[in-house]
């Protein structure tokens, strides 16, 4: 009897040692499941450059896998429009203008904002001095060349403010680069980003900064905060631990480009930009551009990302007076609560 149960409880305790062992293999089986990477994606507004250094350097130092996320960016020309399609699919993230993003929404499309990066306007129009050009009012019958062409919304309101319309000047569509009949002088005006064309008009065709006369749209109370950090509505609904890990790791990427702008415009130039945008010198003045830009005269990168919501209002406001937009939207139709601070 003693020998049968000393069998019994041998085979009891193998069997139980068999389900501890079984459950323990299953376990981190669950859990190597658990650490593989998300793999997500990100789509630029533009091509790689270290205007958006603070993305590439997140992916190059590891932020983003070390929140367990696999992050592909991928640039663009321009061609075609990213947000319906980060709508549409998941694990998308991108990086537009705040404005393009509001005229999206305004349409229905179902995205938010994430993250504010770009705090103020770049956008400029550009004249050669020689051309005599002295004010607003002073655009009248000249040529502009604009990528936005006939949609150029941001010229519609400015000359609306100085009592001119759209069809007082001529509008040239030159796509995606405005700087080659102004340079040919087929051009009176140009569209401009601060740190982009007007930044390859001084750096790479070395034109005298002193020759150039400059018209800012956040001269004219157009002061309208520009790249933005987006989702779809289903990322967030979802999946709102991965989207405020994607924002947290690059907002320290932006820390990190901004304290560190010759490493990280390093890193761009020669891993990820190509042609004209190879260019050490030129790339790094961008940097120091897009950095003053996201900060916002404040030097303090804690502001990194954050929703100003006055700011917000203010372009809100503007884009239904113009009638750009045809809801009165609200932030939290724009922006997620979940990452709008309250304490500004």
């Known amino acids: 009897m003693r020998k049968i149960n000393k069998i019994i409880f041998t085979t009891l305790m193998f069997f139980a040692l068999l389900g501890l062992l079984s459950y323990f293999l299953t376990f981190n089986i669950k859990r190597a499941e658990v650490r593989k990477p998300i793999k997500v994606k990100l789509r630029l507004l533009w091509e790689a450059q270290a205007g958006y250094a603070g993305y590439y350097i997140a992916k190059e130092l590891g932020y983003y896998e070390d929140e367990g996320l696999q992050v592909e960016i991928i640039p663009s020309l321009g061609a075609g429009d990213i947000i319906p399609v980060i709508a549409d699919h998941p694990y998308q993230f991108g990086v537009t203008q705040l404005s393009n993003l509001i005229r999206a929404i305004d349409k229905g499309i179902p995205v938010k904002g994430i993250a504010q990066i770009v705090q103020e306007s770049n956008l400029l129009l550009v004249t050669h001095k020689t051309s005599n050009i002295l004010s607003v009012k002073d655009f009248k019958g000249k040529i502009l060349s604009t990528w936005w062409g006939k949609d150029d919304f941001m010229i519609r309101m400015l000359l609306e403010k100085e009592g001119l319309k759209q069809n007082d000047i001529h509008i040239l569509?030159?796509?995606?680069?405005?700087?080659?009949?102004?340079?040919?002088?087929?051009?009176?005006?140009?569209?401009?980003?601060?740190?982009?064309?007007?930044?390859?008009?001084?750096?790479?065709?070395?034109?005298?900064?002193?020759?150039?006369?400059?018209?800012?749209?956040?001269?004219?109370?157009?002061?309208?905060?520009?790249?933005?950090?987006?989702?779809?509505?289903?990322?967030?609904?979802?999946?709102?631990?991965?989207?405020?890990?994607?924002?947290?790791?690059?907002?320290?990427?932006?820390?990190?480009?901004?304290?560190?702008?010759?490493a990280s415009t390093r890193i761009v130039v020669e891993k990820y930009a190509s042609g004209g945008n190879a260019n050490y010198k030129e790339q790094l003045r961008q940097l120091q551009l897009v950095s003053e830009s996201i900060l916002a005269g404040n030097e303090n990168v804690n502001i990194i990302g954050v929703i100003n919501i006055e700011n917000i209002k203010k372009e809100l406001d503007a884009l239904i007076n113009y009638n750009i937009i045809n809801n009165k939207l609200m932030i939290s139709d724009v922006f997620d609560n979940r990452f709008v601070r309250k304490d500004l």
């Open 173 to 262: 569509d030159e796509k995606y680069w405005s700087n080659k009949s102004f340079l040919e002088h087929t051009s009176d005006i140009i569209t401009a980003m601060r740190y982009n064309e007007y930044n390859q008009l001084v750096m790479r065709e070395n034109v005298p900064e002193d020759e150039l006369r400059v018209f800012a749209y956040k001269d004219y109370d157009l002061n309208f905060p520009e790249d933005v950090l987006f989702t779809s509505e289903l990322m967030l609904n979802n999946y709102p631990l991965i989207c405020d890990k994607f924002r947290m790791a690059t907002i320290k990427g932006w820390e990190y480009a901004i304290n560190n702008k010759d």
